[in-house]
């Protein structure tokens, strides 16, 4: 029975891609097969279109043990600790359906953070909206704010900062980005490798079910007007048996019983099964039968591709199955030996004893198709640029100015959405939530580490290169106002169409500005996630390079945070103030405005000013730090009066 | 008019809360219970207007508010 | 008595180890975890039912928690005396299996709250706040989604009468009004004991106001009480 | 046996929820909403044997789980 034209194509399978896996398999596909090749060929698990200009960011450092290309980056922080960290995009289920495509979305990244061998112990999130006034994004903001408190706070781990943005281009794809944060001893790092032939490869966690089936495929493609019919693909979520699932793993990251873990994330099964062979050049050897399922009559297809969620994969050494099952049922979970790996390098799946799909790994793997996308410098940007200061008179009343921006609902208080999360669990959360970073200390040293996830999606828009650079630059700066030395970058890169020439540039562009910015700021990007595809009906999303970056502090005492403290300290302005209104929130909300050339970027400067910031902090002469970001001084000034918690300090600025 | 709405998750989507309530029930010696579904009940009273009139409205109300399209199916008694 | 603090672990509870850490490392005394399917709690000389997500907190916070194996040996252990500690879920689970009465209902707001929050000590001649002065006021964080206390008019009126209410949300002048209060709770109750007085629910997590590193030190009086008792 | 069990609040204990879901209904125009109480819906299949031993099963785990007596009543359908 060979695979229709049509199948192929609602597989989201080129011509060209069909006649590559030809090539790969000898004969053609099957159903299953091609299922398989859809979904590891997809954008979001492949990386085609964005993979030539990831090749472009740094990732290498003294201190980074593990880059990309496991499950999460991995840093070493002294005293024999590291810091795991990842951030991952959940942008498209969360549309369809915000609470759970959010708490997924959380779920999914605690999972890539535990699957290293580390306790979760921090989560932040970054969020993006249409316009307050859309009709849409109430019920959005309301869901996926439920979604994540539901989630998080259910398994224990603190939600202790991110970000919220509201704007027009935002109105027919939110942006929901989840960040995780775990803490492992330096020795105890487990991979996502399957390693020995021979070993027996255990399913373990929820029953697999037929939600989110084509979960890795849906989130790359574009939205057309009734993008709703695609509701059957949505995953929901058990914090509760992730609970279990966490507690239980870190039972067995306590022993010797296995090689290689990975966590069951998008294209479920069969993304994890192939992606631990591929890692070491084995094979695998998977049974469909002996999957445990949550529904009856599931063929094979939906087995391999299903996402249910709180699912682990996990390669035991041979022999110690029992002892590894026994850990897993104390948690009241499903833990079952599926299949084994093998030394053939074939991604093998049968189901009893017949076979039902065969493929080479490294077909799945390295063979999946590269694209150099054709570039184009988009047409707006010469236009966009223009600000004929003429329309932009000076306001009669400065201080109704300044009102109107500390309400305008991207620079307003966010307390009435981090008081939903349980941001204090753990007993470790030195700063909390409602600053630039967030900072923990580490019980039984006296560090701490400072964490955020930040980005101005507009500098991005009027200008991507410099916009990619400040994105890493303001992250940066959030850590160090904190006292925190910035380590390492994990990016989250959110953008439209990349079949449309001006959106590749906007990506290569943003790219070559962050690699600059980290390059110079020597923070390494460790791990990261691309979201393509974020356009509805032809409009992109702004172009929005979120930048997650963790930063270390020596001693827990030595921090700065933002309120002013005390009458009579001297207020300092470090850095050049130039004459540069373009892109900014001013112009935004009291104008209307998204044009003007973006403020420069003159990163030995930054670089200099950030270590002095740090000096200072470190020599105990810093009470409050503050960056100067949206809004600019007045609104910086304006919040280190108000945020303070023994009511409001006043300054003069002359 | 006394009005009743049942909230159901739909088939094949997954019922954290419903598992963990019937392997509580199984613990507590009740082995033989299956398939344990939660959803919600809605009561309310909706004065006045006639059978077809209320039937509209709170078809309305499932549609636009109580239900969740996307993972719940709804059905109600007036009487 | 000695000093071995039994820290109860559900599946789904989060807030063992922070219990664990200010017993252990805070106030230097010996502490140990419970599974909740162990029935033998001797050689514990006080028992914490700690805050989290019991069970996922499904169908009610605390329902399907009040049915572990261990909770049979806790109500024995509280009705030999000992002193035990429901902190937020460990108090929901608390009024669930009868050991205090009334019920944590969903919050007023509807929504989970995690911030500080002021309490008032309205009764220091219990095991567990005779470490502070009466009256004297607490900043202790809360975080949870149903802390509305309730509890019918005999229940509630009995409680005021017998001194049981020991902690009362108010704001930060000490008054108990309807705007400090978080959740919803009838007459601003944020912490009861039982009639005997050895058995202590509270909504605040003192765990969490122990280390002036993580913001307050005022949770510290409860666990000093307890340790002069045992 | 297919049963359903419908958990209520008793009358005079505070939902919070049938409030704000009342008041939500009548912001969206559907101003003669009345008396809006939410519930639970419970159903599962109990396989064997007789009527009564169903309906005996089903009072118990009423009483010692489903349902909380200080603030909630309940009853069933068996078919």
């Not at chain 2, 409205?57 to 709804?74: F, G, H, R, S, T």
């Not at chain 3, 309730?150 to 001194?163: H, P, Q, V």
């Not at chain 3, 003192?206 to 009480?225: K, T």
């Amino acid at each position: 029975m060979s695979i229709s034209k049509d199948i192929i194509d609602e597989h989201g399978i080129t011509e060209a891609e069909y006649l590559e896996i030809l090539k790969h398999l000898g004969r053609e596909p099957n159903l299953l097969e091609i299922g398989i090749f859809s979904v590891m060929w997809s954008e979001h698990c492949s990386y085609k279109s964005s993979r030539p200009h990831l090749k472009r960011l740094p990732t290498e450092g003294p201190h980074v043990l593990q880059g990309p290309g496991e499950n999460a980056g991995v840093i070493d922080i002294g005293d024999g600790l590291a810091l795991v960290f990842k951030v991952e995009s959940h942008n498209h289920p969360s549309y369809i359906e915000p609470y759970q495509g959010a708490a997924t979305g959380v779920g999914g990244i605690l999972r890539d953070i535990f699957t290293m061998g580390a306790r979760p112990v921090a989560l932040l999130n970054s969020l993006r909206f249409g316009t307050v006034d859309h009709p849409r994004t109430h019920g959005l903001v309301d869901g996926v704010v439920a979604g994540i408190a539901g989630y998080g706070n259910c398994i224990g781990v603190p939600t202790v900062g991110g970000e919220v943005y509201f704007h027009e281009s935002y109105n027919g794809n939110c942006l929901v980005n989840a960040m995780a944060v775990g803490v492992v001893k330096r020795d105890r790092i487990f991979r996502g490798r399957a390693e020995g032939v021979g070993n027996p490869v255990m399913y373990v966690g929820s029953k697999t079910g037929r939600d989110g089936i084509h979960g890795a495929t849906m989130a790359s493609d574009v939205f057309g007007e009734g993008g709703e019919e695609r509701r059957p693909t949505v995953q929901v979520g058990d914090p509760f048996t992730e609970k279990l699932l966490l507690e239980a793993c870190l039972e067995v990251f306590r022993t010797d019983y296995i090689t290689g873990i990975q966590d069951m994330g998008a294209a479920g099964l069969t993304s994890s099964s192939v992606e631990m062979a591929g890692r070491v050049g084995n094979g695998i050897d998977i049974d469909v039968a002996l999957v445990p399922r949550r529904e009856e009559g599931m063929a094979p297809y939906e087995v391999m591709l299903s996402e249910s969620q709180e699912r682990m994969l996990l390669v035991v050494k041979k022999g110690c199955e029992e002892d590894v099952g026994g850990i897993f049922r104390k948690w009241d979970l499903d833990a079952v030996v599926i299949g084994e790996v093998t030394g053939d390098g074939l991604f093998r799946i049968r189901e009893g004893d017949g076979i039902v799909a065969e493929i080479p790994v490294r077909a799945l793997t390295d063979g999946a198709p590269v694209y150099d996308r054709p570039l184009e410098r988009p047409a707006y940007l010469d236009e966009v640029r223009r600000l004929d200061m003429a329309v932009v008179e000076e306001p009669a009343d400065f201080n109704g100015v300044l009102l109107e921006l500390l309400a305008s609902p991207n620079i307003c208080s966010r307390e009435w959405i981090y008081s939903q999360y349980d941001h204090m669990v753990r007993t470790d959360t030195v700063v909390l939530p409602g600053y630039g970073a967030a900072v923990l200390r580490i019980k039984g040293t006296n560090k701490a580490f400072a964490m955020t996830i930040d980005c101005n999606s507009r500098y991005c828009y009027i200008d991507p290169r410099t916009g990619g650079a400040i994105a890493v630059a303001e992250a940066a700066r959030n850590l160090v106002v904190a006292g925190a030395r910035p380590l390492a970058v994990t990016d989250c890169l959110n953008f439209g169409n990349p079949e449309r020439p001006e959106i590749m540039w906007q990506f290569k562009e943003c790219l070559a500005g962050m690699g600059e910015a980290c390059r110079e700021l020597s923070v390494p990007v460790v791990s990261g996630n691309v979201s393509l595809y974020n356009e509805t009906s032809g409009t992109a999303i702004y172009p929005t390079p979120t930048v997650g970056m963790v930063g270390l502090i020596d001693d827990v005492m030595l921090i700065a945070t933002q309120p002013f403290k005390a009458e009579g300290d001297v207020i300092v302005l470090i850095g050049e103030t130039r004459d540069e209104i373009g892109g900014s929130e001013y112009l935004k909300v009291i104008h209307g405005l998204d044009r003007g050339v973006c403020p420069s970027l003159d990163l030995s400067l930054e670089k200099g000013i950030q270590s002095a910031c740090l000096r200072a902090i470190g020599a105990g002469i810093v009470r409050s730090a503050h960056d100067c970001s949206e809004g600019g001084l007045a609104v910086a000034v304006a919040e280190s009066c108000i945020s303070g918690d023994q009511g409001a300090i006043g300054a003069t600025v002359k | 008019m006394k009005v009743e709405i049942f909230i159901t998750l739909k088939k094949g989507v997954l019922d954290p809360q419903g598992k963990a309530v019937e392997r509580a029930l199984k613990s507590m010696g009740y082995e033989d219970v299956k398939d344990l579904r939660i959803g919600k009940l809605i009561e309310m009273e909706i004065p006045g207007d006639s059978m077809e009139g209320t039937e509209r409205k709170v078809q309305e109300m499932c549609e636009k508010l109580l239900a969740n399209p996307v993972i719940e199916d709804y059905n109600f008694k007036i009487d | 008595m000695g000093d071995k603090f039994g820290i109860i672990v559900f599946p789904g509870s989060n807030c063992d180890h922070d219990c664990y850490h200010v017993v252990k490392h805070v106030f230097g005394r010996r502490a140990g975890y419970v599974w909740h399917k162990e029935t033998d709690l001797s050689g514990y000389d006080c028992i914490i039912l700690p805050g989290g997500f019991s069970y996922g907190d499904y169908l009610r916070t605390g329902a399907i928690a009040r049915f572990s194996p261990v909770m049979g040996e806790v109500m024995d252990f509280a009705e030999r005396g000992g002193p035990v500690i429901g902190i937020c879920n460990g108090f929901q689970i608390l009024t669930e299996s009868g050991l205090l009465p009334g019920v944590l209902m969903r919050n007023r707001g509807l929504k989970f709250v995690c911030r500080q929050v002021y309490t008032r000590v309205e009764n220091n001649r219990t095991v567990f706040t005779a470490n502070y002065m009466r009256g004297q006021l607490l900043k202790i964080p809360i975080a949870h989604a149903d802390g509305n206390y309730f509890a019918d008019d005999d229940t509630l009126k009995s409680l005021e009468d017998n001194g049981q209410i020991v902690l009362r949300y108010t704001d930060s002048e000490g008054n108990a009004t309807e705007e400090a209060n978080p959740n919803g709770s009838l007459h601003n109750i944020a912490a009861i004991i039982n009639r005997g007085g050895n058995v202590l629910g509270t909504m605040p997590h003192p765990e969490r106001g122990c280390e002036s590193v993580i913001g307050s030190e005022d949770g510290r009086g409860i666990f000093e009480s307890v340790l002069e008792a045992m």
